[in-house]
C-alpha cells in the first residue's frame, strides 16, 4: 500500500518550460488537491479535485492546470514556468468524509530558473 | 489576521521535557481540527485530529477550545525523533471542505 505518490522528485526547468507532475492514490479516495509550499507561509491550496471528473481552483491557480484522469490519478501542469514557481509541490488525498483529514505524497522540489 | 496563527518558534526543549504549543484560528465557523507533523524536506503527516472533548494519543495530548478559539498540542516526555516541525491545520467551509494550514512551530529536542 504506497499511499500518496508523486513524480518526479526533483526537477529544474528554464523560464518557459512547460512539465507535468504526476500524483496517485491507492487508497481509494475521492478528493485529491494540489498545494504549494514556501519558506515562511502555510501550504496553499493551487487546485483540487472534490471527485472524479471535476476539478476547481484553490487559492493559487493562476500559471497552473490540472486534470483528474482518473479516481487514482490527478496531474498538474505547468505550462510556462516562471521563477515564481519555484516551490514544493505537494499531492494530497482524502475521502471525502468525516474528518476530511488529508494524505500527502513526498513532494516535488521544482526550481525555475 | 491569518486565519491560523503559529508561534513559529524555535521551542528548544531538553529529552523528556514537556512542552506545549498553542493555535489560533480566526474563523469560529471552522468544523475540525488536526496537528500535523512536517520533518525537514518531507510532506506533511497526520500527528492527530482533534476532537471537541480533546483527546490524547500516548504521549500526544490535543485540547480545543471553541469559545476562545484555539488548539494546544502537548507533548510528554519529549524525545528526540519528536525534533520536527508542527502544523496546526483547520478545516472550514468554503464551497468545499477546505484545509487552511498554519505556517508551523518548530521543535527541536536535545540530548
Known amino acids: 500500500n504506497a499511499g500518496v505518490t508523486q513524480t518526479p522528485k526533483f526537477q529544474v526547468l528554464k523560464t518557459g518550460q512547460s512539465m507535468t507532475l504526476q500524483c496517485a492514490q491507492d487508497?481509494?479516495?475521492?478528493?485529491m488537491y494540489w498545494y504549494r509550499q514556501d519558506p515562511g507561509m502555510g501550504l496553499r491550496l493551487i487546485y483540487y479535485?472534490?471527485?472524479?471528473?471535476?476539478?476547481d481552483k484553490g487559492e493559487v491557480p493562476n500559471g497552473y492546470n490540472v486534470s483528474r484522469l482518473n479516481k487514482r490519478e490527478f496531474s498538474l501542469r505547468l505550462e510556462s514556468a516562471a521563477p515564481s514557481q519555484t516551490s514544493v509541490y505537494f499531492c494530497?488525498?482524502?475521502?471525502?468524509?468525516?474528518?476530511?483529514?488529508?494524505?500527502f505524497g513526498p513532494g516535488t522540489r521544482l526550481t525555475v530558473t | 489576521r491569518k486565519e491560523v496563527e503559529q508561534d513559529p518558534g524555535p521551542f528548544n526543549v531538553p529529552e523528556g521535557a514537556t512542552v506545549a504549543f498553542n493555535c489560533t484560528y480566526s474563523?469560529?465557523?471552522?468544523?475540525?481540527f488536526f496537528w500535523y507533523r512536517q520533518d525537514c524536506r518531507k510532506e506533511p503527516k497526520l500527528l492527530m485530529s482533534v476532537y471537541s472533548s480533546g483527546n490524547e494519543d500516548g504521549r500526544f495530548t490535543a485540547q480545543l477550545n471553541r469559545a476562545s478559539q484555539y488548539i494546544s498540542l502537548l507533548i510528554r516526555d519529549s524525545k528526540l525523533s519528536d525534533s520536527a516541525t508542527y502544523l496546526c491545520v483547520v478545516n472550514n467551509w468554503g464551497g468545499f471542505q477546505k484545509l487552511v494550514f498554519g505556517t508551523g512551530t518548530r521543535l527541536l529536542v536535545s540530548p
Open positions: 479535485s472534490a471527485s472524479e471528473g471535476t476539478t
Open positions: 487508497m481509494n479516495h475521492n478528493s
Open positions: 474563523n469560529s465557523a471552522s468544523q475540525s
Open positions: 494530497a488525498s482524502s475521502d471525502g468524509r468525516g474528518f476530511y483529514e488529508q494524505y
